[in-house]
Each structure stands twice: as C-alpha cells, then as structure tokens.
C-alpha cells in the first residue's frame, strides 16, 4: 500500500505562487505515476497535471499549461504554480496509479489507485 501526503498549500494573493509537494511511501513506488487533481465543494474531481513513471512525460489540463508544473525526484512529487487565479482555489489532492512504463497518463480520477488527504490552496482576489 503506497501512502501519499500533501503539503504546501495556503492562502496567495492572485499572480502569487506556490508549490505543493507530495511525499509518496511504500512498497515499489517507482512503478508508480502521479497526478494532482482538484476539487471544489459541490463539484467534481478535475485533473490538473500528471506525470509518468519515470518522469519523462507529463500532462496538464488547458487552464493551467504555461502557469503550473509537475515534477518528481526520488519519491516527491512537487507542482509549482504560478500566475495564481481565484479560480485556482480548491483542495489539491495527489494520486498515485500502478502502471506499465509506457502508459498514457490517466486523467479520470477511477483510474487512481491511493490518494492523499488534500491540501488547501485559496487564491485571493
């Protein structure tokens, strides 16, 4: 069973940046890819970014190309974001999926198998 935690999230001004960072732990993580995904109250889960097993390819979601970034060293998973919107705000979770090297980035959330607890990101207007 792999553990995920989040860490890094808070309150911005809008422009601002932050960076999340996710600890994976547990048996064979490295056959593992990760994804960050939000949630607003009352909404679905949404795909932000994700990256693959051995970090070589990565997937964002269009609101958020050219502003945030995905990224993992070792067993941490980081997305820094910047150029921070109100409608960035939502609780920030990171997912881990059991996959073959070369697979596709999964973007639904079913695809997952472990999740962190999520992580608050609030952008002020």
């Known amino acids: 069973q792999i553990q995920l935690v989040e860490s890094g999230g808070g309150l911005v001004q809008a422009g601002g940046s932050l960076r999340l960072a996710c600890s994976a732990s547990?048996?064979?993580?490295?056959?593992?890819?990760f994804s960050w995904f939000r949630q607003v109250s009352g909404k679905n889960r949404e795909f932000v970014a994700g990256?693959?097993?051995?970090?070589?390819r990565s997937a964002y979601t269009d609101s958020v190309k050219g502003r945030f970034t995905i990224s993992k060293a070792n067993n941490m998973v980081y997305l820094q974001m910047t150029s921070l919107k109100p409608e960035d705000t939502a609780v920030y979770y990171c997912?881990?999926?059991?996959?073959?090297?070369?697979?596709?980035?999964?973007?639904?959330?079913?695809?997952?198998?472990?999740w962190g607890q999520g992580t608050q990101v609030t952008v002020a207007s």
């Open positions: 997912a881990a999926d059991h996959v073959i090297l070369t697979a596709p980035i999964a973007m639904t959330p079913s695809s997952y198998d472990y």
């Open positions: 547990g048996p064979q993580v490295s056959r593992y890819g």
């Open positions: 990256i693959s097993r051995n970090g070589g």
